[in-house]
């Protein structure tokens, strides 16, 4: 992402001002890490628990009524992990001791998860005015078939055949027209 070097940038300030952080990075809401400043912590493991995470708090923010998700913390024996928002694509995910003053790393993730938020969102902008720019790729073409060939007609055959159908003697299903058989029971009339 070209956008990495900025947020990192962002990443090592926002541990300068808060000294009880012990790592911090910042990851598509899809958990792909994008910039990270997190010693002795695997980053994309960290990321992907935090999309898990978002996921559970979208819904229970959503189902309770509380409106879009913007921070969730997290609090252990040892310290805090806290999640923020940045912008539409991304989230802000610190790690802190447990002496950290909660009201001043919230103040501090907020103002870091808006400014990531900011540079993320700037370059996926870029990247969709990029790709309208490019021009639209044709459909492939299917590949050529060759042609088919039919054989010839016999010539010594004839242009049409009788189905067994036209062998019946029946008047009623025959196809060729022939005269109907007289009834012998009717006097025949007598000529003049």
């Not at 609090?75 to 992990?81: I, L, N, T």
């Amino acid at each position: 992402m070209a956008a990495g070097p900025e947020i990192l940038d962002e990443l090592r300030r926002l541990r300068a001002r808060v000294p009880q952080l012990t790592g911090a990075l910042a990851a598509g809401v899809d958990g792909l890490v994008l910039a990270h400043d997190t010693p002795g912590v695997e980053p994309e493991g960290v990321a992907a628990l935090t999309a898990a995470a978002l996921g559970v708090a979208v819904r229970l923010t959503d189902s309770t009524g509380q409106g879009d998700l913007r921070e969730l913390l997290v609090r252990g024996r040892y310290g805090y992990v806290a999640t923020y928002a940045a912008g539409g694509h991304a989230v802000l995910t610190v790690l802190a001791q447990d002496r950290v003053n909660v009201g001043r790393l919230h103040l501090e993730g907020r103002r870091a998860g808006a400014r990531i938020g900011e540079l993320v969102d700037a370059h996926e902008a870029k990247a969709r005015e990029a790709r309208a720019r490019e021009p639209k790729a044709l459909p492939p073409k299917p590949p050529a078939q060759p042609p088919v060939r039919t054989p010839a007609r016999p010539t010594a055959a004839p242009l049409w055949t009788r189905s067994a159908r036209d062998t019946t003697t029946d008047a009623r299903t025959t196809t060729e027209s022939r005269e109907e058989p007289r009834n012998t029971s009717w006097p025949t009339p007598k000529p003049h």
